[in-house]
T-cell receptor, first 114, second 117 residues
Framework: NAGVTQTPKFQVLKTGQSMTLQCAQDMNHEYMSWYRQDPGMGLRLIHY???????DQGEVPNGYNVSRSTTEDFPLRLLSAAPSQTSVYFCASSYAGLGKNIQYFGAGTRLSVL | AQKITQTQPGMFVQEKEAVTLDCTYD???????LFWYKQPSSGEMIFLIY??????QNATEGRYSLNFQKARKSANLVISASQLGDSAMYFC??????????????FGKGTKLTVNP
């Protein structure tokens, strides 16, 4: 049972480069989201989606794009990487009906922008 | 204003003792959910326990229990009989609303728990 799969696990970019962080889930969850974790800051929501074709901004969306063409996949794009985007990125997914809707997290992607 | 406040950056506990990790929250929504996650040094986020705002009883999951004091807006995590493997970062998080599309989580800054042998 794979759960939430993130790739890559590690990435080093130069300022100005672009890349896509991949996230896939096999639990048929409607809700998917991206967080970043910085030292001493907890996790902050970047973007989220409540279903295919529907995305919205979280607390810190600047510099990131997302799309959701399928239920399973929710990629995060950095169009022009900046050193301020050095962070650990987590993807999470959950059901979106009424109830607990526990969010399950991927293993994270550690990104360094030089 | 912070919606989730964890006032203890670090906590130490002796193995086999109980420990309480504090969490206070701020919301005007009468419907909300509170979550605790554990992040060991390996980095993954592990769900521990959930408390809904309308739940009449405090949540329990094995050695974890949640001391939910609604009037004080606090949701403290109690770990009984601490084990060395409990050493980790612990995050409190809140979801405003009871689901149905409002799944956004707001996290606190975390508490680093160290269990001493």
């Amino acid at each position: 049972n794979a759960g939430v799969t993130q790739t890559p696990k590690f990435q080093v970019l130069k300022t100005g480069q672009s890349m896509t962080l991949q996230c896939a889930q096999d639990m048929n969850h409607e809700y998917m989201s991206w967080y970043r974790q910085d030292p001493g800051m907890g996790l902050r929501l970047i973007h989220y989606s409540v279903g295919a074709g529907i995305t919205d901004q979280g607390e810190v969306p600047n510099g990131y794009n997302v799309s959701r063409s399928t239920t399973e996949d929710f990629p995060l794009r950095l169009l022009s990487a900046a050193p301020s985007q050095t962070s650990v990125y987590f993807c999470a997914s959950s059901y979106a009906g009424l109830g607990k809707n526990i969010q399950y997290f991927g293993a994270g992607t550690r990104l360094s922008v030089l | 204003a912070q919606k989730i406040t964890q006032t203890q950056p670090g906590m130490f506990v002796q193995e086999k003792e109980a420990v309480t990790l504090d969490c206070t929250y701020d919301t005007s929504d009468p419907s909300y959910g509170l979550f605790w996650y554990k992040q060991p040094s390996s980095g993954e986020m592990i769900f521990l326990i959930y408390q809904g705002s309308y739940d009449q009883q405090n949540a329990t999951e094995g050695r974890y229990s949640l001391n939910f004091q609604k009037a004080r807006k606090s949701a403290n995590l109690v770990i009984s009989a601490s084990q060395l493997g409990d050493s980790a970062m612990y995050f409190c998080a809140m979801r405003e609303g009871l689901g149905g599309g409002s799944e956004k989580l707001v996290f606190g800054k975390g508490t680093k728990l160290t269990v001493n042998p």
